[in-house]
């Protein structure tokens, strides 16, 4: 038996005080509302209505579940309500976590227009370069650059980020501008680790369907994005950055780009969630809102044709 179309039946008959009128108000037929009466009085195991030929009246519990059955479907259309207001209208606390260079420069430039769409919405933002475990955290979602590991979580591609090898000018007039990555065996470079990773004196680069990896020395490494950029803007070596990262820095000639021909292969970035039977509209909102704010963003820090 649906006990909340019961109650609604109920209630209808109740208001008509007769069965055939109550029937014809909900499009059923008479049978159908005889029965449902019967069985939810029979589950009840207590007398509702008072029978008679012309009438049906209120039992003394009849009245008392009445009043019940009113709440309790008054209590349920407000909750589908709020619901309803919530999806079109997100609300909440959400938890996400990015890399540093994501964030400073992707996301804080445009959380204004967030903040416009989705006023309710209570964002915490996590700035970190290592992996996140989402479950154990209470991290919503992530967005992370490079090849996944985790496939326990849900993927949402966002694109792809253009890569640069990049230095401070007085850096390449100490030790000359490289133009090929054969050069770089007289050059050091800003290693950057992530994660258990001891080693991470790696160059990579592609032209074409060519590709080198090269070693490069170095006299220290770190893994937090801007101390990597500040490092780089120092003079201490060669950096390996996002486009979009040290775009600024290009274009005033803070760091220079260099091996132009040979970059390194352009980074996937992901927006990563816990599987949940239901997504929470305010998780819902901010995938949405980041899917396109790449879409616009990508196009710029992509690699030309």
Known sequence: MDR?????????????????????TLSLPASTVTSTIKNLEKHLQVRLLNRTTRRVNLTPEGAQYLASCREILALIAHTESSLTDAIQRPQGRLRVDMPAGIAHAVITPNLKDFRRRYPDIYLMIGVSDRQVDLIQEGVDCVIRT?????STLIARPLGKLTWVTCASPAYLHAKGTPLTPDDLSHHQAIH?????????????FVRGHESKIVQVNGVMAVNETGLYIQMCLDGYGLAQLAKSVVSRYLQDKRLIEVLEDWRPADVPVTLLYPHHRFVSPALRAFTDWVAELFRNEMPAHRSEP
Not at 5 to 24: C, D
Not at 146 to 150: A, F, K, Q, V, Y
């Open 4 to 24: 909340i179309q019961a109650m609604q039946i109920f209630i209808r008959v109740a208001e008509a005080g007769s069965f055939i009128h109550a029937a014809q």
């Open 146 to 150: 490079g090849d996944l590991s985790d």
């Open 192 to 204: 950057y680790f992530s994660g258990n990773a001891r080693r991470a004196n790696e160059m990579r």
